[in-house]
């Protein structure tokens, strides 16, 4: 590695960080931070880089969009440090939650898909119902209501008369989301963001453009991992 390190021309932290649109500090911190391997000193103290350390900064800003800026940092500090195979590790782990995050989009759109049969009817739908006809459209116990709605998946008001549990349309559509879900596998703490979208959206129509700007950033996380992949391999090759 020393005698890589000793190989074509010196670069200094300016020439670094004009060659990637970074301050100098930025790249000091990087070397510091482990992602940069250490850089030899000049007789005066001065950091002299190499061409490696350029490919190295390289290979760290083409992993950041796909991976994230803390795993990004591990993979690189894993592979200075020799520890290859935990760089492969941490790149595994991303490609696993791409896919969970994949999964649950499905999921999402599934369950949208399930729910459209009902979007047409709500006009002969009564605007309001009570715990027990609710479930039992579901085909749940209205204990099963009672538990989404204390983890906040459903909010339904309650009559100011009776103080019996009143769901309008919007708890209706949020029960049916939050029962196909979880016929789908999922646990309400993973529910509870996608419904807190819809909400967000203002309904379902609305959240189908979320879901596709949802699955554009899934894809182009996709191609930055395949980018960050490439740059990564060619600075494996330059350290060996």
């Given amino acids: 590695m020393g005698r890589n390190l000793q190989n074509g021309e010196k670069l200094r932290p300016i020439d670094l960080a004009r060659r990637h649109g970074l301050s100098t500090q930025a790249v000091r911190n990087y070397e510091e931070a482990g992602i940069l391997p250490a850089a030899d000193r000049t007789a005066?103290?001065?950091?002299?880089?190499?061409?490696?350390h350029a490919r190295a900064l390289r290979t760290f800003l083409a992993l950041v969009?796909?991976?994230?800026h803390p795993t990004a940092t591990a993979i690189m500090r894993a592979v200075n440090e020799g520890a290859v195979d935990e760089a492969f590790r941490l790149i595994d782990g991303s490609h696993a939650q791409l896919l969970r995050d994949r999964?649950?989009?499905?999921?999402?759109?599934?369950?949208?898909?399930?729910?459209?049969?009902?979007?047409?009817?709500?006009?002969?739908?009564?605007?309001?119902?009570f715990i027990g006809p609710l479930a039992e459209e579901l085909g749940v116990r209205p204990a099963t209501l009672r538990k989404w709605e204390e983890a906040g998946l459903v909010r339904p008001r309650r009559d100011p008369v009776t103080g019996?549990?009143?769901y309008d349309e919007s708890d209706v559509r949020d029960a049916r989301l939050v029962h196909q879900l979880r016929r789908g596998g999922y646990l309400?703490?993973?529910?509870a963001p996608l419904i807190q979208r819809v909400r967000t959206a203002g309904g379902l129509?609305?959240?189908?453009?979320?879901l596709r700007d949802w699955r554009g950033r899934l894809?182009?996380?996709?191609?930055?991992?395949?980018?960050?992949?490439?740059?990564?391999?060619?600075?494996?090759?330059?350290?060996?």
């Fill in 188 to 191: 309400l703490e993973q529910i």
């Fill in 44 to 52: 005066a103290g001065y950091r002299a880089y190499t061409p490696l």
């Fill in 219 to 240: 894809s182009a996380r996709s191609r930055a991992m395949l980018t960050g992949a490439a740059e990564l391999e060619a600075y494996l090759r330059a350290r060996t």
């Fill in 65 to 68: 969009p796909g991976h994230g």
């Fill in 205 to 210: 129509e609305p959240l189908e453009g979320a």
């Fill in 103 to 129: 999964e649950t989009l499905q999921a999402v759109e599934g369950a949208l898909r399930d729910l459209a049969p009902h979007a047409g009817t709500a006009a002969s739908r009564p605007r309001r119902t």
């Fill in 164 to 166: 019996y549990r009143v």
